[in-house]
């Protein structure tokens, strides 16, 4: 049974702070992806990884791929109340099932203005 | 362009009754799945579809059944609904599986009473 695990579950900063959450695999995955869902909506894609050490960015948010591709972390630079919302992170392995996307807990952001 | 579209957006059951969540989809994509969300619990996944006629289980498909008889569309039926399955349903289509962007429907809301 492969686990995924986010982390932290809950983040509470100021307007400005910089942030970083975590996602982590207890298996190696061959992508992962970055999503977030706003409160009464769907998840709706941000980035996705295929490669190990792979880092990407999109304005003010860095997203990191382990090298043993077994880990992500997610960097919000000068976090703004838009970026409140919840960090869901997605993979998928290799093999059988290869198709599906195995969600995490979550990270629950608040951007305190 | 709709995207992914679901009805009812909520709806509250009586325990044993029955009921159909509708998912269509106007992007043409071969992949379709349905997902729940608990508080604090990210998305686990029903059952999927890779294309027209062909449907599998998920990870937690039990008092569930969906069908797959055009590109489009992919309902779920809930059997008997229990307290247990008040949740956040998503529907979500992707064109192909694995590490391709998955759209999502805006969810529906249920209750089981």
């Known amino acids: 049974t492969q686990l995924l695990e986010q982390s932290p579950q809950f983040l509470s900063i100021q307007e400005g702070e910089n942030l970083t959450v975590y996602c982590n695999s207890s298996?190696?995955?061959?992508?992962l992806q970055w999503y977030r869902q706003e409160p009464g909506e769907g998840p709706v894609l941000l980035v996705t990884?295929?490669?190990?050490?792979e880092v990407k960015k999109l304005k003010r948010l860095t997203f990191q791929f382990g090298d043993a591709r077994k880990d992500s972390s997610l960097h919000i630079t000068a976090a703004q109340p838009g970026d409140t919302g919840l960090y869901l992170c997605?993979?998928?392995?290799?093999?059988?099932?290869?198709?599906?996307?195995?969600f995490g807990k979550g990270t629950k952001l608040s951007v305190i203005p | 362009n709709a995207g992914v579209t679901q009805t009812p957006k909520f709806r509250i059951l009586k325990i044993g009754q029955s009921m159909t969540l509708q998912c269509t989809q106007d992007?043409?994509?071969?992949?379709m799945y349905w997902y729940r969300q608990d508080p604090g619990m990210g998305l686990k996944l029903i059952y999927y579809?890779?294309?027209?006629?062909?449907?599998d289980k998920g990870e937690v498909p039990n008092g569930y059944n969906v069908s797959r008889s055009t590109t489009e569309d992919f309902p779920l039926r809930l059997e008997l609904a229990a307290p247990s399955q008040t949740s956040v349903y998503f529907c979500?289509?992707?064109?192909?599986?694995?590490?391709?962007?998955?759209?999502f429907g805006q969810g529906t809301r249920l209750t089981v009473v």
């Open positions: 579809s890779v294309g027209a006629g062909i449907t």
């Open positions: 979500a289509s992707s064109p192909e599986g694995g590490p391709t962007e998955a759209f």
């Open positions: 298996s190696v995955f061959s992508s």
């Open positions: 997605a993979v998928s392995y290799s093999g059988a099932g290869s198709y599906q996307l195995t």
């Open positions: 990884v295929v490669t190990g050490g």
């Open positions: 992007m043409n994509h071969n992949y």
